[in-house]
């Protein structure tokens, strides 16, 4: 079979004002998994990721994967992870691609230059919401099978979709859909393909490792209601101020976690990885220049990777229930909830870090003495992943970085968390490999988040030559 690559290419080129056009139709849709009151634009992105793969002749299903439980404890239906399934032809690998078409909440009042439901390109940058986390990703693994199909050219692997609607809220219900599916739906699947992450620099690069996520609530409550702080100020023990005293024992201001027990967990970096990351192109000051900062916790560039990508952190979110508008009101909490994560990295877990931080938070609230109540809830405990990068799976990747980009990728770490990816790992045992076609600079989870078109066009086309790569894998 010889490959058509430049039939394919030319296909995506021509096809890139298409290719926007669809983005910026799913980029319109609010699939904020984080807020409740959206979940009916969440139920309709689904469905229009549903829709779409079944315009192309997919075998589709919307899976239904229970109930959400509500701080309140009530329950409202999870989005359905949407299956769909090309090609089944028992002499070709499978391949499984992961993606999520849930977003991070935004309003343009948070300092967004552009609306952020509203697709804008300046200067080939396409700016909104969950465009590049993961709403184009997740198109481009979608037009990379359309473009084997308009040019009738065979897929060189057969390809299924997992697409989900709750992975920036930790993936709730899916360990579960995986458990259940795993004799059925992922019986014959070879291998896992993410591309939720990005590069780390101008370079195209392969993702081998992702930190996991514990997420805590740290609920203190004091008076049944709001009071004046003038009036009632000075008398009460408040809960703010309780708060604020126990967040502050989590990260010492250099940086050092002071929980007892989680430094002492961390696989130690080995001489190996240092030299490794010792070996990647990272620009220190356009890092800074970037994220608009002068000075950064470490200096030198093994430092900041290594606790980018391989040592865990904790950070403050924000505290639900204080008074955070503008303004000036002299009001005195009645409950507070911090809201704090800490990345995990090999070798913690998510179910001991759970109990050291318990613990810890509550001795050191007993030291207040202080009247109030503390409740400390793990919403989220996603652990870390990392991946084997002698898998052929990792030299297809390279094959097809080069064919597309004329570059060898840099082999990489992601700071952040694909909860599922480990689950995918452990309960499938099939190998995963997560290829970023995201810029360094798309601001996830930010303001102004971005894809540029010369990612996602020459992101499809990677994909494109990737399915051809990993076609070529010897099968066992
Ligand atoms: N694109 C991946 C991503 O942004 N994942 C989220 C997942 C998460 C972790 N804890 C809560 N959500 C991330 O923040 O890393
Ligand atoms: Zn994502
Ligand atoms: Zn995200």
Redesign the pocket.
């Known amino acids: 079979l010889t490959f058509q690559f430049d039939e394919l290419t030319k296909y995506i080129d021509s096809h890139q004002e298409e290719y926007v056009q669809t983005l910026r139709e799913w980029v319109a849709v609010e699939s904020d998994s984080s807020n409740v009151l959206k979940r009916p634009d969440l139920d309709r992105m689904m469905n229009i990721t549903a829709e779409k793969l079944k315009a192309m002749g997919g075998n589709v299903e919307m899976v239904d994967i229970g109930l959400q439980e509500l701080p309140s404890g009530a329950t409202i239906p999870l989005p359905k992870v949407v299956t769909a399934q090309f090609g089944s032809d028992a002499t070709k690998h499978t391949v499984c691609v992961y993606g999520h078409v849930d977003v991070q909440p935004a309003k343009i009042e948070d300092g967004w230059a552009t609306e952020p439901y509203n697709l804008t390109d300046i200067n080939g940058n396409l700016y909104g919401r969950g465009a590049s ?2 709403k184009a990703p997740v198109l481009a693994w979608i037009h990379t099978v359309q473009a084997y199909q308009a040019l009738d050219i065979e897929l060189p692997v057969n390809v299924k979709f997992v697409i989900e609607g709750m ?4 993936s709730n219900g899916l360990d579960a859909m995986i458990l259940s599916h795993n004799d059925t739906f992922f019986a014959d699947v070879d291998y896992i393909m993410i591309s ?2 990005g590069w780390l620099s101008r370079r195209p690069a392969l993702t081998y490792g992702t930190r996991g ?1 514990c ?1 805590f609530f740290a609920e203190v409550e004091g008076p049944t209601q709001d009071l004046h702080s003038g009036v009632y100020g000075g008398t009460v023990i408040e809960p703010m101020t309780d708060l604020i005293g126990i967040l502050d024992t989590l990260i010492s201001p250099g940086g050092k976690i002071l929980i007892p027990g989680i430094l002492e967990a961390v696989a130690p970096l080995s001489d190996e990885e240092w030299t490794m990351y010792q070996d990647i192109e990272f620009d220190v000051e356009n890092y800074k220049k970037k994220i608009g900062v002068d000075h950064l916790m470490y200096s030198n560039k093994v430092d900041l990777l290594a606790h980018r990508w391989r040592y865990p952190t904790v950070t403050i979110h924000g505290i639900e229930g204080a008074f955070s508008a503008p303004g000036t009101k002299t009001v005195i909490p009645a409950k507070v909830i911090g809201k704090f ?1 800490i990345r995990q990295v090999p070798n913690m877990d998510p179910a001991v870090v759970e109990k050291q931080v318990t613990d810890y938070l509550h001795s050191m609230f007993g030291r207040r003495k202080s009247p109030n109540k503390l409740k400390v809830t793990m919403v ?1 405990g ?1 652990k870390p992943w990392l991946a084997d990068t002698q898998h052929p799976l990792y030299e297809a990747g390279q094959e097809a970085v080069r064919k597309v980009f004329k570059v060898d990728p840099d082999m990489i770490r992601e700071g ?4 599922i990816a480990k689950t995918f790992q452990d309960v499938t045992r099939k190998s995963i490999i997560m290829l970023p076609i995201g810029g360094f600079d798309d601001g ?2 930010s303001q102004n988040e971005k894809m540029s078109r010369y990612n996602y066009i020459e992101g499809t086309k990677l994909f494109v030559a990737y399915l051809h790569e990993v076609g070529q894998i010897k099968r066992n």
């Open positions: 986390d993961n992975e920036e809220t930790g939720d992450c996520n997420y994560s989220i996603a952040g968390t694909i909860p996830l989870h």
